[in-house]
């Protein structure tokens, strides 16, 4: 079994940033691209950022240059620092991993539970 733990979502205002994590646990043996993506009442999920194992990143452009995605492999742990959001940011944020399981190489993709973001104007 495979666990996911957001947190760091909540109500800020627009112009504020919020800090998101996602901890990854369970029976993972090498855990490969990480991302995060975002889905606003009345739309579907999109993409908002992902980063490779090796530190590669990749960002949506409605978010570039207002936030960073981060790793921290030691700890199975997944970032999106947001600055400077705005309204239109509010979203339910879930990160989505791609792991490989013990046993053999197969590749499975995982999702969280998903963190609310709120951004008042």
């Known amino acids: 079994q495979v666990q996911l733990v957001e947190s760091g979502g909540g109500l800020v205002q627009a112009g504020g940033s919020l800090r998101l994590s996602c901890v990854a646990s369970?029976?993972?043996?090498?855990?490969?691209?990480m991302g995060w993506y975002r889905q606003a009442p009345g739309k579907q999920r999109e993409f908002v950022a992902a980063i490779t194992s090796g530190g590669s990143t990749n960002y949506a452009d409605s978010v570039k240059g207002r936030f960073t995605i981060a790793r921290d492999n030691a700890k199975n742990t997944l970032f999106l620092q947001m600055n400077s959001l705005k309204p239109e940011d509010t979203a339910v944020y879930s990160c989505?991993?791609?792991?490989?399981?013990?046993?053999?190489?197969?590749?499975?993709?995982?999702w969280g539970q998903g963190t609310q973001v709120t951004v008042s104007s």
């Open positions: 369970g029976s993972i043996f090498r855990l490969n691209a």
């Open positions: 989505k991993i791609t792991f490989q399981g013990p046993g053999l190489p197969i590749q499975y993709d995982y």
